[in-house]
């Protein structure tokens, strides 16, 4: 399984402010996905992010408010724009498995949990 | 639309005791499906999936799954929960390789000693 790291872990965040989130993984990946997990909530796809090409991103999300990089093939960020206290989540990096899309699985990180002051 | 269900919120169990975690999924097809755990400040860990063939999978940490397509369930099973197993778990399902991964809601376990 891929080793998936994020950062930051948590932080705090005041109203109206910008933060970005970084995930690194240790071998290079053609997927990277971006999770959002709301307080008690499972967990919704962001956007989908392959590297060269712009992300995909799902229904109810834009690239204004989550702007995402993918400068490599180890290498993601997403930031969270503008954010407001309705932004308070954790938000999850995931990558596929070693066999790529024919496998299905997903790998996640811990997650980066932001709170929104 | 496609979708995963997970009708129970919230279960207790005692130490020792069985478990069975319910996960039904709407797709046209059958799609890969899948159990994740998430303890309390951890990410998610896979403890098993199914893709085709035998239809009773076993997974990491003594869980096993059992795939039954008349019933689109592909629910989770522990002969003998541990407290360890406190956590949320959640049920998953993707179409294809190429198409996003679909969570239920999830269902938080309390193990009672």
């Known amino acids: 399984s891929a080793v998936i790291s994020q950062k930051p872990s948590r932080d705090i965040c005041q109203r109206g402010t910008s933060l970005t989130i970084q995930c690194q993984v240790d071998?290079?990946?053609?997927?990277m996905f971006w999770y959002r997990q709301q307080p008690g909530q499972s967990l919704t796809l962001i956007a989908t992010a392959n590297q060269g090409s712009e992300a995909t991103y799902e229904s109810g999300f834009v690239i204004d408010k989550f702007p995402i990089s993918r400068p490599n093939l180890t290498f993601s960020t997403l930031t969270v724009s503008n954010m407001s206290p309705e932004d308070s989540s954790i938000y999850l990096c995931s990558v596929e498995g070693a066999g790529g899309p024919r496998t299905g699985e997903l790998f996640f990180g811990e997650g980066s949990r932001l709170t929104v002051l | 639309a496609q979708s995963v269900t997970q009708p129970d919120i919230h279960i207790t169990v005692s130490e020792g005791a069985s478990l069975e975690l319910r996960c039904n999924y709407s797709y046209g097809a059958t799609p890969y499906l899948f159990w994740y755990v998430q303890s309390p400040g951890q990410g998610l860990q896979l403890l098993l999936k199914?893709?085709?063939?035998?239809?009773l999978v076993q997974g990491i940490k003594g869980f096993e799954a059992e795939f039954k397509r008349s019933q689109s369930s592909f629910n989770l099973r522990k002969p003998s929960v541990h407290w360890s197993d406190a956590a949320e778990y959640f049920c998953a399902a993707r179409s294809g390789g190429y198409n996003k991964l679909i969570f239920g809601a999830g269902t938080r376990l309390a193990v009672h000693p």
């Open positions: 199914y893709f085709s063939g035998d239809t």
């Open positions: 071998s290079q990946v053609t997927m």
